[in-house]
């Protein structure tokens, strides 16, 4: 039986061979990936939204990996849609062979932007996700089709920007509301925790232009939120439908679908990776 302080010894040493690899200029792996050849395996990578953050795939992540997938899901930094596409983009361009990027929500439009500066990225899935042409902002598309809460349950508050006079504002879920605009197929203990960590996007973010789009020249999947009351139904389906992606619809979804119901979002994830190999 290994003790608790064999388990932290163990813990401690891959951390430090973990920042030794860091310093040595080579990039650390996703989970799972060690153990498979190099080019072999798609590498799916789970790109959170706002009022989240990349626990929100912990379901996902647990099923991919039991099916045997390589799998990393980054912090997204919701500040702005550029910097984040090339953040995000820096993760990919650290990943070996084919890579798999999903989205969820505003997670969507990261990976709209930031997957053609990877040639490894071979397929797009996005989950009640933003899938913007050029030009095209995340708040005008939630806004283009009736249906969604957000406007009724959106506070915001500022935060310095370095080297700027002008504060950023962030957006956030009212709490008192974050269980009926954003998860109501969840239960209200959960969601309650889940209000409390949310992480805020900014809403210069969210307002930002979308780039040349990925899903214009890669094969794209996509989980309609039947019930979702943050990016319309409606709204999904008419991105679904003009970037060619295959979809999935699930009735009664809330925005956070990959949550709800992970076994739908897995499917479309791995029907991805088949198509792909």
Same mark, same amino acid.
């Given at each position: 039986?290994?003790?608790?302080?064999?388990?932290?010894?163990?813990?401690?040493?891959?951390?430090?061979?973990?920042?030794?690899?860091?310093?040595?200029?080579?990039? /650390?792996?996703?989970?799972?990936? @060690?153990?498979?050849?190099?080019?072999?395996? +798609?590498?799916?990578?789970?790109?959170?939204?706002?009022?989240?953050?990349?626990?929100?795939?912990? %379901?996902?992540?647990?099923?991919?990996?039991?099916?045997?997938?390589?799998?990393?899901?980054?912090?997204?930094?919701? *500040?702005?849609? +550029?910097?984040?596409?090339?953040?995000?983009?820096?993760?990919?361009?650290?990943?070996?062979?084919?890579?798999?990027?999903?989205?969820?929500?505003?997670?969507?439009?990261?990976?709209? $932007?930031?997957?053609?500066? $990877? !040639? $490894?990225?071979?397929?797009?899935?996005?989950?009640?996700?933003?899938?913007?042409?050029?030009? %095209?902002?995340?708040?005008?598309?939630?806004?283009?089709?009736?249906?969604?809460?957000?406007?009724? /349950?959106?506070?915001?508050?500022?935060?310095?920007?370095?080297?700027?006079? %002008?504060?950023?504002?962030?957006?956030?879920?009212?709490? @008192?509301?974050?269980?009926?605009?954003? +998860?109501?197929?969840? !239960?209200?203990?959960?969601? #309650?925790?889940?209000?409390?960590? =949310?992480?805020?996007?900014?809403?210069?973010?969210?307002?930002?232009?979308?780039?040349?789009?990925?899903?214009?020249?890669?094969?794209?999947?996509?989980?309609?939120?039947?019930?979702?009351?943050?990016?319309?139904?409606?709204? =999904?389906?008419?991105?679904?439908?003009?970037?060619?992606? *295959?979809?999935?619809?699930?009735?009664?979804?809330?925005?956070?679908?990959?949550?709800?119901? !992970?076994? +739908?979002?897995?499917? =479309?994830? #791995?029907?991805?990776?088949?198509?792909?190999?």
């Amino acid at each position: 039986m290994v003790s608790e302080s064999q388990s932290r010894r163990r813990v401690l040493g891959s951390l430090v061979a973990a920042g030794g690899a860091l310093a040595l200029g080579t990039a /650390a792996t996703p989970a799972s990936a @060690a153990s498979a050849p190099s080019g072999t395996r +798609a590498t799916v990578v789970l790109v959170h939204g706002v009022f989240a953050d990349a626990s929100g795939w912990n %379901e996902v992540s647990a099923r991919l990996l039991k099916a045997g997938h390589d799998v990393i899901a980054p912090a997204n930094p919701l *500040r702005d849609l +550029a910097q984040d596409a090339q953040y995000i983009s820096s993760v990919v361009a650290t990943l070996p062979g084919p890579v798999i990027m999903v989205g969820h929500s505003y997670g969507g439009e990261v990976i709209t $932007n930031s997957a053609l500066a $990877n !040639p $490894n990225v071979k397929a797009l899935v996005y989950v009640a996700a933003f899938a913007p042409d050029q030009g %095209e902002t995340a708040l005008e598309l939630a806004g283009r089709f009736p249906g969604s809460q957000l406007p009724g /349950a959106l506070l915001t508050r500022a935060y310095p920007v370095p080297g700027s006079s %002008e504060p950023g504002i962030d957006g956030y879920i009212d709490p @008192a509301k974050f269980h009926d605009a954003f +998860a109501q197929d969840l !239960p209200r203990s959960l969601t #309650r925790v889940m209000a409390v960590a =949310q992480r805020p996007g900014s809403v210069g973010g969210l307002g930002a232009p979308s780039g040349a789009p990925a899903w214009k020249s890669l094969p794209s999947w996509y989980v309609v939120a039947g019930a979702d009351r943050v990016i319309p139904p409606a709204a =999904q389906r008419f991105m679904a439908e003009r970037a060619g992606s *295959r979809v999935v619809e699930v009735k009664g979804a809330s925005h956070v679908v990959m949550m709800s119901h !992970p076994d +739908a979002v897995v499917r =479309q994830i #791995r029907a991805a990776h088949r198509a792909i190999r």
